[in-house]
C-alpha cells in the first residue's frame, strides 16, 4: 500500500470515528440516565464506552477527546472496584460527559 493510499485509508476512518461520535455520546447518555435510575452495569456500559473512545481517539488523533476520555476512564475503573456510583461519582461521570461533547 502507498503512503497515499494508507493516508486515505486514515483519512476514512477517521472521518468514520467523527461521523459516529455523536451516536457514541448519545448511548453514553442514555447509560448515565440508566446509572440514575440505579442500573448498577450501566456502569460497565460508560466504563466500554470511555475505553473506546480513549483508545480510538487518540489513534485516530483527537488528541483532546482522547485525554478528556481518559479521565473519565479513571473515574469509571474507580467506580468499578470500588463497587459503584456515589452521587458524588455519578454527577463527576456528568461533568465527564460534559466535556467529552465539549472536546
Known sequence: MTQDALQAQLDRLRAKFAAE???TLAE??????ALRAGDGEALK?????AHRLHGTGGTMGFAALSGVAAALEARLDACLKAGGAGPEDIEAIAAGLAALKAA
Open 28 to 33: 453514553a447518555e442514555a447509560l448515565l440516565a
Open 21 to 23: 461520535l455523536p451516536q
Open 45 to 49: 456500559g460508560l466504563h466500554f464506552v
